[in-house]
């Protein structure tokens, strides 16, 4: 069963807080706050919120052992004598080699029934009634045209992605849509008749409700619950 970022957040928080107590009464002999606010801290976060919100799993599991590796270097038993600034360039040529291999797996055409994307000026159309969007060092602009959209996962970590939701039209029921930025990005487009729930975390970042709403709105029947976490991003949802 996957884990939600929510869940993910409180959980490292609940961690931070007896690992800082057991070292403010010296039953460790390390200095947790060099720890806790260090390069490879922040790279284990972000490797277990990508590991939480998308189906690739490849890339935050570097992040998690790069982030790893950096950790057990910072003690005695296991100093390796490792510099960041020495070996990060490692990080760009993975990332790229990922970037080349992903290329290599998308069709020229899609035709399937569920999902078919089509190249309308700088955006992407997607007719799908769900969508899982990962962005990572990468940016999207998505039009979605579903005649019964059902939400999905979309994450941005060092990216951005814009989700217009205009011209779709909301399924019946709750529709949950998890959204996780990360040193990234996230603009959500909706109708005015559609009724949406925020329900969503932000750590060092901010998710604005921006929307126009007057008494007299006439929302649809369905409902679109937007949960996540915004770790040092930001994001908005707006509507024409």
């Known amino acids: 069963m996957r884990v939600k970022s929510k869940d993910w957040f409180?959980?490292?928080?609940?961690?931070?807080?007896?690992?800082?107590?057991?070292?403010?009464?010296?039953?460790?002999?390390?200095?947790?706050?060099?720890?806790?606010?260090?390069?490879?801290?922040?790279?284990i976060i972000i490797g277990l919120v990508l590991l939480s919100n998308s189906r690739n799993s490849t890339i935050g599991i570097i992040?998690?052992?790069?982030?790893?590796?950096?950790?057990?270097?910072?003690?005695a038993p296991f100093n390796l004598h490792f510099r960041f600034r020495d070996y990060w360039p490692i990080l760009l040529i993975i990332i790229g080699f990922l970037i080349l291999s992903r290329k290599k797996n998308v069709p020229i055409?899609?035709?399937?029934?569920?999902?078919?994307?089509?190249?309308?000026?700088?955006?992407e159309s997607y007719y799908g009634d769900t969508i899982d969007e990962s962005m990572v060092f990468n940016s999207c602009n998505r039009l979605i045209t579903s005649e019964n959209f059902k939400g999905g996962r979309?994450?941005?970590?060092?990216?951005?992605?814009?989700?217009?939701?205009?011209?779709?039209?909301?399924?019946?029921?709750?529709?949950?849509?998890?959204?996780?930025c990360v040193f990234g990005g996230c603009e959500i487009i909706v109708p005015k008749?559609?009724?949406?729930?925020?329900?969503v975390t932000s750590v060092f970042g901010g998710f604005?409700?921006?929307?126009?709403?007057?008494?007299?709105?006439?929302?649809?029947?369905?409902?679109?619950?937007?949960?996540?976490?915004v770790l040092f991003g930001g994001g908005e949802i707006l509507t024409y």
Do not use: C, P
Not at 109 to 123: A, H, I, L, S, Y
Not at 211 to 216: E, F, G, I
């Open 154 to 180: 979309i994450s941005a970590v060092f990216g951005s992605v814009k989700l217009n939701l205009y011209n779709a039209k909301l399924a019946a029921g709750e529709n949950y849509l998890d959204l996780t």
């Open 10 to 43: 409180g959980i490292i928080l609940i961690a931070i807080g007896i690992l800082w107590i057991a070292d403010n009464f010296l039953f460790f002999d390390f200095n947790l706050r060099e720890l806790l606010f260090s390069w490879h801290t922040i790279f």
């Open 208 to 229: 604005d409700d921006k929307r126009y709403l007057t008494s007299d709105s006439n929302y649809i029947e369905g409902v679109l619950i937007i949960q996540g976490t």
């Open 193 to 199: 008749n559609w009724k949406v729930i925020v329900n």
């Open 63 to 75: 992040f998690i052992v790069i982030g790893a590796f950096g950790m057990l270097n910072s003690f």
């Open 109 to 123: 055409t899609v035709q399937t029934k569920e999902e078919t994307k089509d190249q309308t000026g700088n955006q």
